[in-house]
């Protein structure tokens, strides 16, 4: 956190610029936030590497989840704690984020089954027979790259 710019006045930014869509990778907003956005007229899409972190973007509102499995390298920003969902105040360990290595496919799957929002598949998916998997399970896009 020592590195990082206010996130308050960016996110006060991001209302005023009223972006079509705004999407969110490395922890989550709350439920007012996520209004915010909404009310400004954004689509909002939290980024998740676990079912509990779907869930959890659900339960604040999010448009969309994006279920990043363990093939998006990297770009995973994994914010809860597997062995106590809901828990965002501490940083998740190394065991968390083993737990966290849910592959692409079986993660979308698991987010479909239990959401009632749309899901997003990344992560490895780099041409037309991935995207038809992700979507034979549900998804409602894809993202690649």
């Known amino acids: 956190t020592q590195w990082c710019e206010d996130f308050a006045a960016q996110f006060e930014a991001l ?51 994006c279920a990043s499995g363990m093939e998006a390298g990297g770009h995973r920003g994994t914010f809860l704690t597997p062995t106590q969902p809901g828990a965002t105040g501490a940083a998740p360990s190394l065991a968390d984020f083993a737990a966290s290595m849910v592959g692409t496919l079986p993660l979308v799957a698991q987010c479909v089954q239990a959401l009632s929002i749309p899901v997003i598949a990344a992560g490895g998916i780099m041409d037309g027979r991935g995207i038809a998997g992700a979507l034979a399970l549900g998804a409602q896009a894809v993202q690649m790259g």
């Open 15 to 65: 209302v005023a610029a009223r972006p079509a869509v705004a999407s969110f990778t490395f922890g989550i907003l709350t439920a007012a936030q996520v209004a915010r956005l909404q009310a400004a007229g954004s689509y909002v899409i939290g980024t998740a590497t676990t079912l509990a972190e779907a869930q959890a973007w659900a339960s604040v509102g999010a448009d969309a989840v």
